[in-house]
């Protein structure tokens, strides 16, 4: 089986700060995807940003980029500038076929 | 396009109930998962359905069931329920196909909140 590690249940930062929220997976396959959701208080989950694992090149969406890390199975999520309406639960995801794997999540807090 | 739509939002139920919650997906797609989602564990992966047939299973008992009918719609089923089952539970669509999109992301449901007294 699959796992998703987000190893920093909560976290907070300052209004137009940087932060970055940590995940580790566990795979054994060569092929597969990464996402990273965010899920606002309203509670509709919603995509962030999605790596492949075949492409070197780090994902990137307008404030959010990720740092992956292929060797040591690392998806980090970057948020520059970061804004009141940042503040959500953040999920980490695999997917290496039909199913996706999603770690228990990070609440963030941005600070005003 | 209309996002994926999950009914009821809420639902109040007694232990010992049975409950039945309904997803459409996005137009189009062909795969619905379902999960459940709670403050200490996250998100627990329950079922994903696939063209009428259930592709891949969660670690979750036998009262919880599910079924997908021809026009991608899903129903999840919680016979007996129990306090524990007091949850989100979220349908998330995808198109689900075995070829390039097979990795494609996930679209949720706002998900259906039930309680169960």
């Known amino acids: 089986a699959q796992t998703v590690t987000q190893s920093q249940p909560e976290m907070s930062v300052q209004e137009a700060e940087t932060v970055t929220l940590s995940c580790t997976y566990d795979?054994?396959?060569?092929?597969?995807?990464l996402f990273w959701y965010k899920q606002p208080p309203s509670r509709q989950m919603i995509l962030v940003i999605r790596?492949?694992?075949?492409?070197?090149q780090n994902a990137t969406e307008n404030r959010f980029s990720v740092n992956f890390q292929k060797a040591a199975k690392s998806f980090s999520l970057k948020i520059s500038d970061s804004q009141l309406g940042d503040t959500a639960m953040y999920f980490c995801?695999?997917?290496?076929?039909?199913?996706?794997?999603f770690g228990t999540g990070t609440s963030l807090t941005v600070i005003p | 396009k209309a996002g994926v739509t999950q009914t009821p939002r809420y639902l109040i139920k007694t232990r010992g109930q049975q409950v039945t919650l309904s997803c459409s997906p996005i137009?189009?797609?062909?795969?619905v998962s379902w999960y459940q989602q709670t403050p200490g564990q996250g998100l627990q992966f329950l079922f994903e359905?696939?063209?009428?047939?259930?592709?891949n299973k969660g670690n979750f008992p036998g009262r919880f069931s599910g079924r997908q009918f021809s026009n991608s719609r899903s129903e999840m089923n919680v016979s007996t329920l129990e306090l524990g089952d007091s949850a989100l539970y979220l349908c998330?669509?995808?198109?689900?196909?075995?070829?390039?999109?097979?990795?494609?992301?996930?679209?949720f449901g706002p998900g259906t909140r039930l309680t169960v007294l």
């Open positions: 998330a669509s995808s198109f689900g196909r075995r070829v390039e999109e097979v990795y494609n992301e996930q679209f």
């Open positions: 795979t054994s396959e060569n092929n597969y995807y």
């Open positions: 790596q492949e694992a075949y492409k070197q």
């Open positions: 995801a695999s997917n290496t076929g039909n199913q996706f794997y």
């Open positions: 137009s189009g797609h062909r795969s």
């Open positions: 359905y696939f063209s009428e047939t259930q592709r």
